[in-house]
């Protein structure tokens, strides 16, 4: 066996490929690169002295399950995956804002609803771009009941039932453009009762015209962006919050008093240069419970035709610190990624352009909302330099953070006490514990219920975003890397690399017992479910209801007759009960392709605009009788 095909790298191969990707990368980024401060740590190269097992103690032999479910963004795929860990087993697809034939997502007329339509009934969106999944907390850990996951194209925010893993609810955000950072509360900011997650954060990346109807195109100046708070359970808007500069990643407390988000672009500039321009940056904090106070009071706007209340977060209206419902707290440059630390105590916000991590003390953020804190800058309270285009954060449950590192192409294992005592003098503190290489270019990072107070410190996971020659190729776009790191020992070891087409942002990594998914659906949750006593045909006028059961091998009508002209509404309810018992249905020539599954409701609606026969049959692998299963579909003409 060469070095290749046990996946074990030998170093000149390595640093062979590395040399390249370092050098792509310098030249891609060329105009970034100049911003970059040189990174004063020489810490070694972990990761090639770092063991790197074939993985044989982490493997999942067949028939054996995965400790836990990875959910994940697919980029501009637009749809939400699912992952078994430590085996990187694909389980599951979840379409959210992206069109499936699988399922039929954005087929039947149950998914075009939760998707939005235009007044011919047909979709209003058909692509979307995944970045952030977050799960429902109670009690500072996950609830297992519903995902978060933002569309940043449309500004769409979506919710996932984990019992399903199905999406079942869809908003748009008004007067946002670029919704790009999520993140569900943990608990109410007042009633200390409401400990699990009531409201869902939004950041708006890109700066519009406040509405955006065609006034100041040609002045960005008076452009502005919003920080928006969904209720989680209606999925309706609550608030929005105008803020000078913009929005990225957004993170949350666990008290639930205050939400954050980094902003690369506190220049409000409208191009790359002046988006660069500011030595530092900052993170803006929400004081939730006093932006609620200020919405009850009626002391809001609102912008254009949306009846959503604005709230005024802008530093103008927020000088005085008794009565700010936002704080500036200043970080490195072009900062991207901000994460909650699981003890509670910390956000760490990466400088991207500044190769520093800084870390915010909520304590102290709270304490200049009280008017005890002179600056906003006086909240940091460590700024170690841990590496070159630090992006994400996570964190073991045992005191350290791993960042990924774009430009080194690393992770680096740091701790935050040492951090906060070498930034209070502390010569002799060692900050960095490790660095090792992934491959290539890590985005995201986040490790086994890391965002949780349940952080096990068991595995890591870093999203990178080229895989170079790590995989067989396939044509110019190459699949991208997640690798898996065991986090667990005092050494870092990669564990595993699994493909992610493209292209991988965050994910969580959630311990197997807290879903508790449905082994089949209830009849009696879809009013339109059709029984034996309402089955068949209906007809009023020229449109037509066709009613249909499905019952392995066979459908409930072996003929279904129509006139050309029809409308027609098929719904098909599966009437078997016995779990993974799915039925499929595919009308040829009129691009209908769904599935059923036990006990559930599909519809579809179309015009029978051809006449001649169709065989309607079942897609969907069911029984001995699987290719017998179909009816005939008669358009007389
Ligand atoms: Cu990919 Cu979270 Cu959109 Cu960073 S963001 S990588
Ligand atoms: Cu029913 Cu295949
Ligand atoms: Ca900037």
């Known amino acids: 066996m060469d070095s290749k095909e046990n996946g074990v790298d030998n170093g000149a191969e390595q640093s062979g490929r590395r040399g390249f990707l370092s050098k792509s990368a310098a030249l891609g980024l060329a105009g970034v690169t100049l911003g970059l401060v040189a990174c004063k740590e020489e810490a070694a190269k972990g990761g090639e002295a770092a063991p790197q097992k074939a993985g044989a103690s982490k493997e999942i032999a067949p028939g054996q399950l995965d400790e836990y479910y990875a959910f994940i963004s697919a980029g501009h795929g637009g749809e939400a995956r699912v992952l078994g860990l430590p085996s990187g087993r694909t389980l599951k697809r979840i379409p959210v804002f992206n069109t499936d034939c699988m399922v039929g997502w954005g087929v039947t007329n149950e998914s075009k609803a939760i998707m939005g339509t235009k007044a011919d009934g047909s979709l209003k969106y058909t692509t979307g771009d995944t970045h952030h999944v977050h799960g429902s907390y109670k009690d500072g850990t996950y609830d297992g009941r519903w995902l978060f996951v933002n569309d940043k194209i449309h500004s769409r925010l979506a919710r996932i039932r984990m019992d399903t893993m199905e999406c079942d609810k869809i908003v748009e955000l008004p007067n946002v453009m670029g919704f790009h950072g999520l993140f569900t509360d943990k608990c109410d900011p007042v009633d200390t009762k409401i400990n699990y997650t009531t409201r869902v954060f939004c950041g708006g990346e890109f700066h519009i015209p406040l509405p955006n109807d065609g006034r100041d195109l040609d002045d960005p100046t008076k452009w502005g962006t919003l920080f928006s708070c969904v209720n989680a359970e209606t999925m309706e808007l609550k608030w929005q919050c105008r803020i000078d500069g913009n929005n990225d990643l957004v993170a949350t407390s666990y008290d639930g008093k205050l939400a954050a988000s980094n902003q690369y672009n506190t220049e409000n500039a409208a191009d790359l240069n002046g988006m660069m321009a500011a030595e530092r940056d900052a993170c803006v904090f929400f004081n939730i419970e006093r932006i609620e106070a200020l919405v009850k009071a009626g002391k809001f706007t609102t912008i254009g035709g949306s009846k959503v209340p604005v709230v005024d977060g802008r530093k103008a209206a927020n000088s005085d610190p008794k009565t700010a419902v936002t704080c500036y707290v200043p970080v490195g440059k072009n900062p991207h990624g901000v994460n909650a630390s699981p003890d509670g105590k910390y956000f760490v916000c990466s400088g991207k352009l500044s190769p520093t991590a800084t870390v915010i003390e909520l304590k102290r953020v709270l304490a200049w909302f009280n008017g005890e804190l002179k600056e906003p800058r006086d909240a940091v309270v460590a700024e170690p330099e841990i590496g070159l285009g630090p992006l994400h954060t996570a964190f073991d449950g045992k005191g350290n953070a791993y960042t990924s590192l774009f430009l080194d192409s690393q992770c680096v294992k740091w701790n935050v006490d040492a951090a906060i005592a070498q930034f209070k003098g502390d010569k002799t503190a060692k900050v960095i514990i490790e660095k090792m290489d992934v491959h290539y270019q890590p985005g995201h990072n986040y490790s086994s219920m890391g965002e949780t107070k349940e952080a096990d410190g068991k595995y890591l996971n870093s999203g990178n975003k080229f895989s170079k020659d790590r995989f067989l190729p396939v044509g110019p776009l190459h699949p991208e890397t997640e690798q898996l790191i065991d986090i667990s020992g005092s050494k870092m070891h990669l564990v595993a690399d699994h493909t992610a087409y493209s292209e991988p942002h965050d994910g969580i990594i ?127 003409a």
């Open 510 to 636: 959630v311990r197997r017992d807290v879903v508790k998914t449905r082994q089949i659906y209830n009849m009696d949750d879809f009013p339109n479910a059709v029984k034996p006593e309402n089955a068949g045909i209906e007809r009023h006028g020229n449109k037509v209801h066709v009613r249909l059961m499905s019952q392995a091998p066979a459908y409930s009508m072996p003929i279904i007759k129509v006139k050309k002209g029809d409308e027609v509404t098929l719904t098909l309810t599966n009437h078997d009960k016995v779990e993974d018992l799915t039925h499929g249905c595919a009308l040829p020539t009129y691009n209908i392709n769904f599935i059923v599954n036990p006990q559930e409701t599909k519809s579809v609606t179309f015009k029978a605009d051809h006449a001649g026969a169709f065989w309607l049959y079942c897609t969907h692998f069911c029984h001995a009788l699987h290719l017998e299963m179909r009816s005939r579909f008669l358009v007389e």
